[in-house]
C-alpha cells in the first residue's frame, strides 16, 4: 500500500487549506483513513480519521474547524478552516486495514500557518 498525499502549504490565520490522500497498492473495501500531524518538537497526533462506512473520529482541536471526507476506499480529503498557527505541522495520512489493523503512511504534506 502507498499513500501520496496533498495540498499543503503556507496561509495566514483564519486562512483554510484542503488536504488529499491517494492511496494504491492492496487496499481492502474496508478500511479506516485519516490524517495525524507532528508539530516541531511535539510527538505525532490524531487529527480525524473516518472508515468506509462513515465513521468518523476527531481530535477535540479539529472539532468544528476541521472536516473528514471520503469518496472511495483510497481517498480522504481533510478540510481545514479557521487555521491557527498552532496547527503548523507536517500532516501525515495514514491508513489502517486488516485483521491486525496493519497502518500504512503517507509522506507527509506541510502546513504553515503565520499570524
Known amino acids: 500500500v502507498q499513500l501520496q498525499a496533498s495540498g499543503g502549504g503556507s496561509v495566514q490565520t483564519g486562512g483554510s487549506l484542503r488536504l488529499s490522500c491517494l492511496g494504491s497498492?492492496?487496499?481492502?473495501?474496508?478500511?479506516?483513513m485519516g490524517w495525524s500531524r507532528q508539530a516541531p518538537g511535539k510527538q505525532r497526533e490524531l487529527v480525524a480519521s473516518k472508515t468506509t462506512v462513515g465513521g468518523t473520529n476527531y481530535a477535540d482541536f479539529a472539532k468544528g474547524r476541521f472536516t473528514i471526507e471520503r469518496d472511495s476506499k483510497n481517498t480522504v480529503y481533510l478540510q481545514m478552516n479557521n487555521l491557527q498557527p498552532e496547527d503548523t505541522a507536517i500532516y501525515y495520512c495514514?491508513?489502517?486495514?486488516?485483521?491486525?489493523?496493519?497502518?500504512?503512511w503517507g509522506q507527509g504534506t506541510l502546513v504553515t500557518v503565520s499570524s
Open positions: 497498492g492492496n487496499i481492502f473495501n474496508t478500511n479506516t
Open positions: 495514514h491508513l489502517r486495514q486488516g485483521t491486525y489493523s496493519r497502518y500504512f
